[in-house]
């Protein structure tokens, strides 16, 4: 199975700041095949971003992926109060789709 | 709107089983592929079965291969988990996940989840 190791474990920031999460795979992952997931605490996770960098229904712009091969990149460009969550990526090109630990974007 | 309500968890002890069901509205439930994800407490995301449309592609993640049965009901728009062998580590909230056009594991709509704690 293509693990995926994101980095860092926890990234500290302030509102309107830039955050810029890296997720690397075990193996090349078609980019087609790549996702960003969202989750704030205590909700349920959202699609962010699929195909590398096609955002989902009704997620704003300051969200962007880019990537390919085995590394793969979620940028915020200016952090909003409500983009504090925890976000995990993932291949879903392979069986089992797997999923990256997790990056904790907090306050500073 | 789409909306994915799971019931059927609980406390079981370990070897136990539980049956897990999802109800779902607000789309074309037989025309979309849908999976089970749990989530441990303070973990991350697993994915743990799918299944197609008209139920003719299932998988399973190896850690529940031989115990989890995934299957659906078109007519009662349900998705169904059901967990034998229940072990400790099968402890967490699941998740029943409705797939994007995407991709059979994009998963775009998720539903609250139930959980199920495996304990003697």
């Known amino acids: 199975e293509i693990v995926l190791t994101q980095s860092p474990g926890t990234l500290s920031l302030s509102p309107g700041e830039r955050a810029t999460l890296s997720c690397r795979a075990s193996?090349?992952?078609?980019?087609?095949?790549f996702a960003w997931y969202q989750q704030k605490r205590g909700q349920d996770p959202r699609l962010l971003i699929y195909g590398t960098s096609s955002r989902a229904t009704g997620i704003p712009d300051r969200f962007s992926g880019s990537g390919s091969g085995t590394d793969f990149t979620l940028t915020i460009s200016r952090l909003e109060p409500e983009d504090f969550a925890v976000y995990y990526c993932q291949q879903y090109g392979n069986t089992p789709p797997t999923f990256g630990q997790g990056t904790k974007v907090e306050l500073k | 709107e789409v909306q994915l309500v799971e019931s059927g968890g609980g406390l079981v002890q370990p070897g136990g089983s539980l049956r897990l069901s999802c109800a779902a509205s607000g789309f074309t439930f037989n025309n979309c592929n849908m999976n089970w994800v749990r989530q441990a407490p303070g973990k991350g995301l697993e994915w743990v079965s799918f299944?197609?449309?008209?139920?003719?592609?299932?998988y399973y993640a190896d850690s529940v291969k031989g115990r989890f049965t995934i299957s659906r009901d078109n007519g009662k728009n349900a998705l169904y988990l059901q967990m034998n062998s229940l072990r400790d580590e099968d402890t967490a909230v699941y998740h029943c996940?409705?797939?994007?056009?995407?991709?059979?594991?994009?998963?775009?709509?998720w539903g609250q989840g139930t959980l199920v704690t495996v304990s003697s």
């Open positions: 996940v409705k797939a994007h056009s995407g991709g059979w594991y994009l998963l775009d709509s």
């Open positions: 299944i197609s449309g008209p139920s003719d592609i299932i």
């Open positions: 193996q090349s992952v078609r980019s087609i095949y």
